[in-house]
């Protein structure tokens, strides 16, 4: 589900898939806190569906599942994975961490990698289709077609417009707004039918601000125009980068990073893909 990409980073992803070493451990040896530990941080609480129950331990979610994949590929069995919590802004400051990665949804951006390390990314975020429990019951569908007679809505500064324009072409011109919040308010007012966001945002969205929130579907990543990716951060200069790298690369090339999308954030979510 990532993109092509090409040139100095494909270089980077085929040099990696040898660092690991049969996933025996000694990429990491002498580069983590705690000398056979690996030491991950998550958020404080840390939420559904990235996290279950706020349990990592658990490995349930899907940051929670990718983080013991990473610690497996890079040596570290579950007994020695330990967990921290920082808040989302603390962790992304620069200057010295008391994790050696941190996993909570952090959008690789510019102006973040000037002040910590990020890995390749281990998401990339599709788009969701955000409604009311009563537009789903009233009979909408998860599928382009049944996307087109809905009443849409959106800022109009946002890359929502070119897939509306250009994937759903709806039969009614949608309303544009100055920003979310009126957008989610005239969703709530019965004024539109459903309006589209980042999936993370849209879950957060249909859960805790939109009464009756549902999501409809989501859009396979690469019908995004620049979708976010998510990274695991680390402290700037983190010499285990090269390791987290190559982790990453062995689950995407492996097919199992995909599956463990699948189980998390399509099955789990019960958000279809829309086709």
């Known amino acids: 589900m990532m993109k092509l990409i090409a040139g100095p980073v494909l270089a980077l992803l085929f040099s990696t898939t040898s660092v690991l070493a049969a996933g025996d451990g000694t990429c990491a ?3 983590t ?5 690996l030491t991950i941080a998550t958020g404080n609480p840390a939420y559904y569906p990235w996290v279950m129950n706020d349990a990592p331990e658990s490995g349930e979610g899907f940051e929670a599942a990718v983080a013991y994949a990473i610690a497996e590929k ?8 330990t967990w921290v919590r920082t808040s ?3 962790a992304i400051q620069p200057g010295a961490k008391n994790f050696d990665f941190n996993m909570q949804q952090y959008s690789i951006t510019p102006e973040r990698e000037e002040m910590v390390d990020f890995s390749l990314p281990y998401y990339t ?3 969701a289709v955000l409604t009311t429990q009563n537009v789903v019951d009233s009979g909408a569908e998860a599928t382009l077609d049944g996307l087109k007679d809905l009443k849409w809505g959106a800022v109009a500064t946002t890359t929502a417009i070119p897939m509306l324009n250009d994937v759903i ?3 009614s011109e949608p309303l544009l707004y100055n920003d979310n919040a009126d957008v989610n308010a005239a ?9 589209i966001y980042d999936l993370p945002t849209a879950l957060y ?3 805790v601000v939109v009464e009756s929130g549902a999501l409809l579907g989501q859009f396979p990543p690469g019908q995004s125009e620049s979708p976010d990716q998510f990274g695991v951060l680390m402290e700037e200069g983190n010499a285990l980068k090269e390791c987290v790298n190559a982790a990453i690369t062995e689950l995407t090339e492996s097919g199992e990073l995909a599956a463990i999308e699948t189980q998390w954030l399509s099955e789990a979510t019960g958000v279809p893909v829309i086709e």
């Open 205 to 207: 969205l249909s859960a």
């Open 29 to 31: 040896k002498g580069k």
């Open 125 to 127: 975020s599709a788009m």
């Open 169 to 171: 072409q709806p039969s």
């Open 33 to 37: 806190l705690t000398e056979g530990t």
């Open 88 to 90: 989302f802004d603390e």
């Open 187 to 195: 969703i709530m007012a019965g004024q539109i039918d459903a309006a």
């Open 74 to 81: 890079m040596g570290f069995d579950q007994d020695n994975v």
